[in-house]
């Protein structure tokens, strides 16, 4: 299947190094292969193809070069701009990697104003129906999606038992694998348990303090934990919504799934789902247009909260809250929207349900709308 930002990617690919990062078997190796014909693969966790990129022996005319987990390898930043300096004429090089490729971000001259970054995610709706062949219904892809994870193995396979299966092993090389790549931590069985503590917590404010307590662990190593498996991919953090940022930052985040499936809870699970196409949708459009957006949830004193707030340039665009089967409008639009009207009159207020057939247009400008349709729109055009 096309990837969704399959063009944007061959576009770039013409003037700069393009690095794709993502979640392990999320598709990162087969979007490259397809980009260009023929290709030089290459991945550094391979012990031949590792002594191919030290002695820079690949063949030079290739018409696509790919790298990956090649931020395993020392300096790998330096060794990259050199072998885009010195290239004549210009080959397209992919860099791809199952970990976050930011440290480059750290360093002073680096790769700066070399390279453009993609966040490939997982599967959802949109790509699904999109970039599909398929000839079941939507309400059955849906069902297939929920039941066999958006992780292109498993969601093709369509088969749930295939996929629990599947979810072992995958878990198990990131556990011990990817964590001792990045990271001496040996504790795995009690990291382990941390995901299991944040799947029964998903949609809650989670507390640092908390989890160190029932793992009996120094609070920074949770802390230390949390930010390995965020830069795996394994989870992300949705922080709460804020106009002074630093305020923001010292209150309580949510973390969610990148593969929702893991959930049990049938509306945590779906409001999990939602927080993944949301997510997908903001990193499409910094990685594809430039602008700045976050995810955030927001909350006021009294416990009045809606599940996420998508902002743009940090201007508030929409409000939604998740519903498994809830059609009347949440109260906490009600206490909520008047606050982010003051600056964003035309702010989307949406209330995204699962179990709904029909889309109501509520008079106080609240849309109602059934999951699917939600999940295939085109977020830019729904949210404008």
Same mark, same amino acid.
């Given at each position: 299947?096309?990837?969704?930002?399959?063009?944007?990617?061959?576009?770039?690919?013409?003037?700069?190094?393009?690095?794709?990062?993502?979640?392990?078997?999320?598709?990162?190796?087969?979007?490259?292969?397809?980009?260009?014909?023929?290709?030089?693969?290459?991945?550094?966790?391979?012990?031949?193809?590792?002594?191919?990129?030290?002695?820079?022996?690949?063949?030079?005319?290739?018409?696509?070069?790919?790298?990956?987990?090649?931020?395993?390898?020392?300096?790998?930043?330096?060794?990259?701009?050199?072998?885009?300096?010195?290239?004549?004429?210009?080959?397209?090089?992919?860099?791809?990697?199952?970990?976050?490729?930011?440290?480059?971000?750290?360093?002073?001259?680096?790769?700066?104003?070399?390279?453009?970054?993609?966040?490939?995610?997982?599967?959802?709706?949109?790509?699904?129906?999109?970039?599909?062949?398929?000839?079941?219904?939507?309400?059955?892809?849906?069902?297939?999606?929920?039941?066999?994870?958006?992780?292109?193995?498993?969601?093709?396979?369509?088969?749930?038992?295939?996929?629990?299966?599947?979810?072992?092993?995958?878990?198990?090389?990131?556990?011990?694998?990817?964590?001792?790549?990045?990271?001496?931590?040996?504790?795995?069985?009690?990291? =382990? &348990?941390?995901? *299991?503590? /944040?799947? @029964?917590?998903?949609? +809650?404010?989670?507390?640092?303090? %908390?989890?160190?307590?029932? $793992?009996?662990?120094?609070?920074?190593?949770?802390?230390?934990?949390?930010?390995?498996?965020?830069?795996?991919?394994?989870?992300?953090?949705?922080?709460?919504?804020?106009?002074?940022?630093?305020?923001?930052?010292?209150?309580?985040?949510?973390?969610?799934?990148?593969?929702?499936?893991?959930?049990?809870?049938?509306?945590?699970?779906?409001?999990?789902?939602?927080?993944?196409?949301?997510?997908?949708?903001?990193?499409?459009?910094?990685?594809?247009?430039?602008?700045?957006?976050?995810?955030?949830?927001?909350?006021?004193?009294?416990?009045?909260?809606?599940?996420?707030?998508?902002?743009? =340039? &940090?201007?508030? *665009?929409? /409000?939604? @809250?998740?519903?498994? +089967?809830?059609?009347?409008?949440? %109260?906490?639009?009600?206490? $909520?929207?008047?606050?982010?009207?003051?600056?964003?009159?035309?702010?989307?207020?949406?209330?995204?349900?699962?179990?709904?057939?029909?889309?109501?247009?509520?008079?106080?400008?609240?849309?109602?709308?059934?999951?699917?349709?939600?999940?295939?729109?085109?977020?830019?055009?729904?949210?404008?």
């Amino acid at each position: 299947m096309r990837r969704y930002i399959t063009e944007y990617i061959t576009k770039d690919l013409e003037s700069k190094l393009v690095f794709i990062t993502g979640p392990r078997q999320c598709g990162k190796t087969t979007l490259s292969k397809s980009l260009m014909s023929p290709y030089t693969y290459l991945n550094y966790d391979n012990s031949e193809d590792r002594q191919i990129i030290l002695r820079k022996t690949w063949k030079q005319n290739s018409p696509l070069l790919i790298f990956d987990e090649l931020h395993k390898l020392n300096k790998w930043k330096q060794w990259l701009k050199g072998i885009y300096d010195t290239q004549d004429p210009f080959q397209p090089i992919v860099v791809t990697g199952s970990a976050r490729l930011n440290t480059y971000r750290k360093a002073g001259d680096s790769l700066a104003g070399r390279f453009f970054q993609f966040r490939l995610h997982p599967l959802d709706m949109r790509e699904i129906v999109l970039h599909t062949d398929s000839t079941q219904s939507r309400a059955q892809l849906f069902e297939q999606l929920w039941n066999c994870s958006p992780f292109p193995e498993p969601f093709l396979k369509g088969d749930p038992t295939y996929y629990r299966r599947w979810r072992t092993s995958h878990l198990d090389v990131i556990l011990r694998q990817d964590v001792q790549d990045l990271s001496a931590i040996r504790d795995i069985q009690q990291l =382990e &348990t941390l995901l *299991i503590l /944040l799947r @029964e917590r998903i949609g +809650s404010n989670i507390s640092v303090r %908390s989890l160190a307590q029932d $793992l009996q662990k120094d609070p920074n190593t949770i802390r230390k934990w949390l930010e390995i498996l965020e830069e795996l991919y394994v989870i992300f953090k949705v922080t709460p919504y804020h106009r002074n940022i630093a305020r923001a930052l010292l209150k309580e985040p949510k973390y969610y799934f990148f593969d929702f499936c893991q959930v049990t809870d049938d509306g945590a699970k779906f409001e999990n789902m939602v927080a993944c196409a949301l997510l997908k949708h903001i990193h499409f459009i910094e990685d594809t247009q430039g602008y700045h957006m976050n995810l955030h949830y927001a909350r006021t004193r009294d416990g009045k909260e809606l599940d996420f707030v998508i902002t743009k =340039e &940090t201007q508030p *665009i929409a /409000l939604i @809250e998740v519903k498994l +089967s809830d059609d009347i409008p949440s %109260s906490s639009f009600k206490t $909520l929207s008047p606050f982010f009207k003051k600056t964003t009159p035309a702010i989307k207020c949406i209330q995204v349900v699962k179990n709904l057939t029909h889309r109501q247009d509520w008079p106080s400008d609240i849309t109602v709308i059934p999951a699917i349709e939600f999940l295939t729109s085109d977020l830019t055009e729904l949210l404008k």
